[in-house]
């Protein structure tokens, strides 16, 4: 079966600080695809990410970076120097590589950041 | 370009009664995606199109709700004989492909009274 954990619920940050959410995942699939949305309180998913079960390479964007780790089954989103803007509710997916597409979501991460 | 649009954003019904929720996906997009949404949750997969077929319906809580895509655009999502439990966030999500990433709509709000 696959599952998706974001075991922190909520995080308050302030402004500028740096803030890592944790996502873990089970699946029995060796191929598989992996995505990170925000949630902002407007309601509509934003696509921030997607990676391959087979590029284990960190990836950084602008204030965001990604961390995916097969050996841990965990990959990780951390956003240095946060802004009030990134507040939102950030969601962790997996999804089969053939087949539906289907994605699997965490609960999602609810992210305050306050000024 | 235009993203995903769904309508209405919100429906509140009467228990018993019928809806039909719309999505509009983006141009050229053959994968169109249901998903639902409870509060505090993470979206959970309903139903799956590829092109007019449903091909994958697993995530079809019952046999009230069934869902259609008859030209391979626009998708309806239809829900018979409401439940107060059916309340939620109904989203909808397209992909150029069954390998993409899926593009959400604003979803539509349901609520069953």
């Known amino acids: 079966a696959q599952k998706v954990t974001q075991a922190q619920t909520e995080i308050s940050v302030v402004e500028k600080e740096d803030v890592t959410l944790d996502c873990v995942y089970e699946t029995r699939d060796t191929t598989y695809y992996l995505f990170w949305y925000k949630q902002p309180p407007s309601g509509e998913l934003v696509f921030l990410i997607r990676r391959n079960s087979f590029d284990e390479q960190n990836e950084i964007s602008g204030r965001y970076s990604w961390n995916f780790q097969k050996s841990t089954s965990s990959f990780n989103f951390t956003i240095t120097a946060s802004q009030v803007v990134d507040s939102a509710v950030y969601f962790c997916?997996?999804?089969?590589?053939?087949?539906?597409?289907?994605?699997?979501f965490g609960t999602g991460t609810r992210l305050k950041v306050l000024a | 370009g235009a993203g995903v649009s769904q309508t209405p954003s919100n429906k509140v019904t009467e228990k018993g009664k019928y809806v039909e929720l719309r999505c509009d996906p983006i141009?050229?997009?053959?994968?169109l995606y249901w998903y639902r949404q409870s509060l505090g949750q993470g979206p959970e997969f309903l139903i799956y199109f590829q092109g007019t077929g449903a091909a994958d319906d697993s995530g079809l809580p019952n046999d009230r709700f069934f869902a259609v895509r008859p030209e391979g655009s626009v998708s309806t999502l239809k829900i018979q004989r409401t439940e107060r439990g059916d309340s939620a966030m109904y989203l909808c999500a397209s992909s150029p492909g069954t390998s993409g990433e899926q593009y959400f709509g604003p979803g539509t709000r349901l609520t069953v009274t």
């Open positions: 997916a997996l999804s089969y590589t053939s087949g539906t597409y289907k994605y699997i």
């Open positions: 141009s050229g997009h053959t994968a």
